[in-house]
């Protein structure tokens, strides 16, 4: 599974369709293994008519005609089972540069302990002295992953005469709810509806935006007070936190204003009063600490007020200290999509294939299924301002 993942990752979606989804074997609509030399055969021919089809080459009645073969369709099923997985793979995520990925054997609550302490600087031992003692203390968060899915109807009909178009579609619509999904869940995790979490954002754990006042709206000077907060961060031993590379979060509402300042050259600041007043030009180091700027078009959905306006700085989910953690359920750790068996026989004998649809209406339903979960973590790893200046 982790090699097949690896190989996604590398696909573009013009590509996914065909010739570089279909290895030595396949997984079927069923998730069974299928590497018998006649499966491998029937699925590169499958994949090769669906392919002409698509592009023109083949008239659709070709494929009309194919799904009438003994278990052809459920090659079918592989293609568009690998579509999705293509597709997924292909649609941009962002949460995945603010926290970090994890998996987890089922659906009970799971514990993430974080340990604290022994870290402080080493004390000086006399000749004949005990060493002294060092406590470290721990923490622990908790989650549980859950099932999130669709399902699609179509019908006979539908299939028959729409000349592919729903075919062609249901991989990608279905990967793009997943990651959707993915995106809404891992805000609402920092997020609330008043803008940022105010359990997990909050004066006690020292990681709110101040300029003299706070929660200061996004603007150079906001930046500039962030990070002496960043950087005054320490752990149980008082040793400053290594946050490796930031990475700002903004809502589309602030997207200009942030790519303005990340890209400006320079920086001017004044210096002094009155008339002793200098002007320091600097080079822009905030590019330097900023690595990567996210911008979050869930934010204002979230947070129905103020997400215009809130900003976020998260620590590099590497070093060791990420503010979120999100968990797949392992062997699904990728949307999975299905097709419900149809509930009819020939007269003459035999089994019905999905394509042909269900006894009473001819409906073929997909269904796609998805497992994940996470928590917060770390508040020292993250900071933020709501951006109203109270």
Not at 68 to 77: A, E, K, R
């Given at each position: 599974?982790?090699?097949?993942?690896?190989l996604l990752e590398t696909l573009r979606a013009e590509d996914a369709?065909?010739?570089?989804?279909?290895?030595?074997?396949?997984?079927?609509?069923?998730?069974?293994?299928?590497?018998?030399?006649?499966?491998?055969?029937?699925?590169?021919?499958?994949?090769?008519?669906?392919?002409?089809?698509?592009?023109?080459?083949?008239?659709?009645?070709?494929?009309?005609?194919?799904?009438?073969?003994?278990?052809?369709?459920?090659?079918?099923?592989?293609?568009?089972?690998?579509?999705?997985l293509g597709m997924y793979a292909e649609w941009p995520t962002q949460?995945?540069?603010?926290?970090?990925?994890?998996?987890?054997?089922?659906?009970?609550?799971?514990?993430?302990?974080?340990?604290?302490?022994?870290?402080?600087?080493?004390?000086?031992?006399?000749?004949?002295?005990?060493?002294?003692?060092?406590?470290?203390?721990?923490?622990?968060?908790?989650?549980?992953?859950?099932?999130?899915?669709?399902?699609?109807?179509?019908?006979?009909?539908?299939?028959?005469?729409?000349?592919?178009?729903?075919?062609?579609?249901?991989?990608?619509?279905?990967?793009?709810?997943?990651?959707?999904?993915?995106?809404?869940?891992?805000?609402?995790?920092?997020?609330?509806?008043?803008?940022?979490?105010?359990?997990?954002?909050?004066?006690?754990?020292?990681?709110?935006?101040?300029?003299?006042?706070?929660?200061?709206?996004?603007?150079?000077?906001?930046?500039?007070?962030?990070?002496?907060?960043?950087?005054?961060?320490?752990?149980?031993?008082?040793?400053?936190?290594?946050?490796?590379?930031?990475?700002?979060?903004?809502?589309?509402?602030?997207?200009?204003?942030?790519?303005?300042?990340?890209?400006?050259?320079?920086?001017?600041?004044?210096?002094?009063?009155?008339?002793?007043?200098?002007?320091?030009?600097?080079?822009?180091?905030?590019?330097?600490?900023?690595?990567?700027?996210?911008?979050?078009?869930?934010?204002?959905?979230?947070?129905?007020?103020?997400?215009?306006?809130?900003?976020?700085?998260?620590?590099?989910?590497?070093?060791?200290?990420?503010?979120?953690?999100?968990?797949?359920?392992?062997?699904?750790?990728?949307?999975?999509?299905?097709?419900?068996?149809?509930?009819?026989?020939?007269?003459?004998?035999?089994?019905?294939?999905?394509?042909?649809?269900?006894?009473?209406?001819?409906?073929?339903?997909?269904?796609?299924?998805?497992?994940?979960?996470?928590?917060?973590?770390?508040?020292?790893?993250?900071?933020?301002?709501?951006?109203?200046?109270?």
């Amino acid at each position: 599974m982790s090699q097949f993942l690896e190989l996604l990752e590398t696909l573009r979606a013009e590509d996914a369709s065909v010739s570089r989804l279909f290895g030595d074997a396949g997984t079927s609509v069923r998730r069974m293994r299928r590497d018998s030399p006649k499966y491998r055969r029937m699925l590169t021919e499958a994949a090769e008519l669906v392919e002409g089809v698509y592009s023109g080459k083949r008239p659709t009645y070709h494929l009309q005609e194919a799904m009438s073969v003994d278990d052809f369709p459920l090659l079918f099923g592989d293609i568009l089972d690998r579509q999705l997985l293509g597709m997924y793979a292909e649609w941009p995520t962002q949460w995945a540069m603010i926290a970090r990925r994890s998996t987890v054997r089922d659906f009970r609550t799971v514990n993430r302990f974080v340990t604290d302490g022994a870290e402080a600087v080493l004390s000086s031992v006399p000749p004949g002295s005990e060493y002294p003692e060092a406590a470290i203390s721990e923490a622990r968060y908790q989650y549980a992953v859950s099932k999130y899915g669709r399902r699609v109807p179509l019908l006979w009909e539908t299939w028959i005469n729409d000349d592919l178009d729903g075919l062609r579609s249901i991989p990608e619509r279905l990967a793009k709810a997943a990651r959707m999904s993915e995106e809404k869940f891992v805000t609402g995790l920092y997020a609330a509806t008043t803008g940022p979490n105010g359990t997990f954002f909050s004066a006690g754990n020292n990681n709110i935006v101040e300029t003299g006042t706070l929660n200061p709206a996004f603007s150079i000077t906001a930046l500039e007070a962030a990070f002496p907060v960043i950087w005054a961060q320490r752990d149980a031993d008082g040793n400053p936190i290594f946050t490796g590379p930031l990475r700002l979060v903004v809502p589309p509402a602030l997207a200009v204003q942030a790519r303005n300042v990340l890209n400006s050259t320079e920086i001017r600041i004044a210096s002094g009063s009155g008339a002793s007043t200098n002007q320091i030009i600097a080079k822009n180091w905030m590019a330097g600490e900023i690595t990567e700027l996210i911008v979050n078009p869930w934010l204002p959905i979230v947070s129905t007020t103020n997400g215009n306006t809130s900003w976020y700085l998260f620590a590099d989910p590497g070093v060791g200290r990420p503010a979120v953690e999100v968990g797949f359920l392992r062997g699904n750790e990728t949307p999975a999509l299905f097709v419900k068996s149809p509930d009819a026989m020939r007269v003459g004998g035999g089994s019905v294939s999905p394509e042909e649809g269900d006894f009473d209406t001819d409906g073929i339903n997909y269904r796609v299924r998805h497992v994940f979960g996470g928590v917060l973590m770390e508040p020292k790893a993250a900071f933020a301002s709501n951006g109203t200046n109270v």
